[in-house]
Nanobody
Framework: EVQLVESGGGLVQAGGSLRLSCAVS????????IAWFRQAPGKEREGVSC????????RYANSVKGRATISIDSAKNTAFLQMNSLKSEDTGVYYC??????????????????????WGQGIQVTVSS
């Protein structure tokens, strides 16, 4: 069974930084994609970033470009989302999602979220202004 567990959230001051972690278990191959989504109250779910393990292709939402970096530690089966210069608009519940054997099409349409088979429970990130 594939499981994703997020950690690293919490309360951060505007302008500060945090690093979210997504521990993944259950994959039988090293070919997968991990994405981060977030949702604030009253807003639609938004794709934040995505990375493929095999080719290390990365994608970022325009709202976080230049402030976020996604990475994978394959030895630890963990994906990270480093966010700097945090804004109050970054507040929300962050979800980690994963899919095995991602295609180029999936990576192009990752923000729609429909291609991801597995999801974490979500973790709160609050940025104080």
């Amino acid at each position: 069974e594939v499981q994703l567990v997020e950690s690293g959230g919490g309360l951060v001051q505007a302008g500060g930084s945090l690093r979210l972690s997504c521990a993944v278990s259950g994959f039988t191959s090293g070919d997968y994609a991990i994405a981060w989504f977030r949702q604030a109250p009253g807003k639609e779910r938004e794709g934040v970033s995505c990375i493929s393990s095999k080719h290390e292709r990365t994608r970022y939402a325009n709202s976080v470009k230049g402030r976020a970096t996604i990475s994978i530690d394959s030895a630890k089966n963990t994906a990270f989302l480093q966010m700097n210069s945090l804004k109050s608009e970054d507040t929300g519940v962050y979800y980690c999602a994963a899919v095995e054997f991602p295609t180029l099409l999936l990576l192009r349409l990752w923000a729609s979220a429909r291609a991801f088979d597995y999801w974490g429970q979500g973790i709160q990130v609050t940025v104080s202004s």
